[in-house]
């Protein structure tokens, strides 16, 4: 899969930036061309580890027009998101110590605000992968997608309320419903591939889901499209949205144009442009 990204920003002034752009580290085995970060003009660049084990770029952007992009290509199975119905979930005082800080409430999943609702909705669920299932099929059937609704502020008990969002919206809700029920769930951001889906595709965007911990291992599910897809890349995982951000700007800025890809690699020999969103 060729899967890549272009920022263009509009900055008036010097302005220090964080990228977290890079595939995933998980993935790294799979890299056939690395994604290396690449900006014009061209500055120094800084890496390091975030606290979630993300690989981050700092740099600062000089004033006028400043692009970042990356361009790689991943070896993907074709096969979609794995299933395990029978998946159990463990007691809280039974999950290994690093899953905990994913029952807590967070910036976007405002669990002491859902967690009357959380059970009431799904107490009677059946514990394990059903529930969480369950979780997903609500939040599916609740919200609308609706991107010109999309808003940068906006909590998992506000979607509930407004019962629209983007996908960042139906995985936070998702998310702050899994944790009212105990069941530890993480926020990841990446690439979703339209290989296998009904044409004609969207225009190219990162996509948001989760991955829940079940039966010992953690699973991913997608409540936005509530379906097993293929073709999907982690770039960062998280509490919420707000531990990975694409892109954290420290200063004024407009961002210009915007184009994602994640399509086959072996289906475009000549790499032709990809379809701007300006």
Known sequence: MRIGCRLKYRLTQPTPLIAMLNVH?????DLERADYLVTSPSVPLESYRDGFGNWCTRMVAPAGDFTVSTDGIFRDSGLPDLVAPDATQQAVQDLPFETLVYLLGSRYCDTDLLSEEAWRLFESAPPGWSRVQAICDFVHDAVSFDYMKA???RTASQTLAGRHGVCRDFTHLAI???RCMNIPARYCTGYLSDI????????GDFAAWMEVYLGGRWWVFDPRNNTRRKGRILIGRGRDAADVPLTQTFGPNALTQFEVWTRDARHDPAEAPPVSRD
Do not use: M
Request: hydrophobic content about 20%; aromatic content about 22%; glycine content about 10%.
């Open 25 to 29: 580290y998980s993935r790294f085995g």
């Open 151 to 153: 808003d940068a502020t």
């Open 176 to 178: 702050a419903f899994c």
């Open 196 to 203: 296998g889906e009904p044409e004609p595709y969207p225009p």
